[in-house]
């Protein structure tokens, strides 16, 4: 167990719908990311936060958002859904006493767009 | 922009044998590199990091060997086990930020 909670496990929805995914970090650790692992990819960057502000930005599309909230947990919305949105979405949380920079991750949330 | 690369999506080894991933990156401003462990159904799980200053770290089974002037990293895992199979991500970090850039992974299957 990583300490990093994810829900909902698993989502359906349909195109053009909208659905937010959230995460709850490791007790302490101040620091969210997004990952989206798509069929046959790696994971790709989406986002990070730092204690409530945007750190850094990755190959995010304008459809997603993100936010983290002032008891750090985070939200990852996605809009306006399409087929290729479907993808494991993955949260990690790291704290700042790491210096080797290990990112612990959640169990991720498996989105299935139809 | 694929800067860590994976190029052998699979392994297959033999249950004892060593088992030898490999990964290559672009960019020389990477502070430290990461393996990753992932099973199915679960979040990516740390292995071992080097720094980009160290050419090998070694923990028990598992040893990462850093060549940077070929821009190549590879993990060693001595002796194979069957629970060792997975999908294994190769990641460097962009210190400024903390984010890591993964590979896309190798599968390893260790037969027993």
């Known amino acids: 167990d990583s300490g990093v909670t994810q829900t909902p496990k698993h989502l359906i929805t349909a195109t053009g719908q909208r659905v937010t995914l959230r995460c709850s970090p490791r007790?302490?650790?101040?620091?969210v990311y997004w990952y989206q692992q798509s069929l046959d990819q790696g994971l790709q960057f989406l986002i990070q936060y730092y204690n409530g502000e945007e750190r850094a930005k990755g190959n995010i599309l304008e459809r997603f958002s993100a936010q983290q909230f002032p008891d750090l947990h985070s939200e990852l919305n996605l809009s306006s859904l399409e087929l290729g949105d479907s993808a494991l979405y993955f949260c990690?949380?790291?704290?700042?006493?790491?210096?080797?920079?290990?990112?612990?991750f959640g169990e991720g949330s498996r989105l299935t767009v139809l | 922009d694929q800067q860590v690369k994976q190029n052998s999506p699979s392994l297959s080894v033999q249950e004892g044998r060593i088992s030898i991933l490999n990964c290559d990156y672009t960019?020389?401003?990477?502070?430290?590199f990461l393996w990753y462990k992932k099973y199915p159904a679960e979040g990516p799980t740390f292995l071992i990091s080097?720094?980009?200053?160290?050419d090998k770290n070694e923990d028990g089974r598992f040893t990462v060997f850093l060549n940077k002037s070929a821009k190549h990293l590879s993990l060693h895992i001595v002796p194979s086990q069957p629970g060792d199979s997975a999908v294994y991500f190769c990641a460097a970090r962009v210190g400024a930020t903390n984010k890591l850039i993964f590979g896309t992974g190798t599968l390893l299957a260790v037969q027993p």
């Open positions: 080097i720094s980009s200053i160290k």
């Open positions: 990690a949380s790291s704290g700042s006493g790491r210096p080797t920079g290990e990112l612990f």
């Open positions: 960019n020389s401003m990477f502070d430290y």
């Open positions: 007790s302490g650790d101040l620091s």
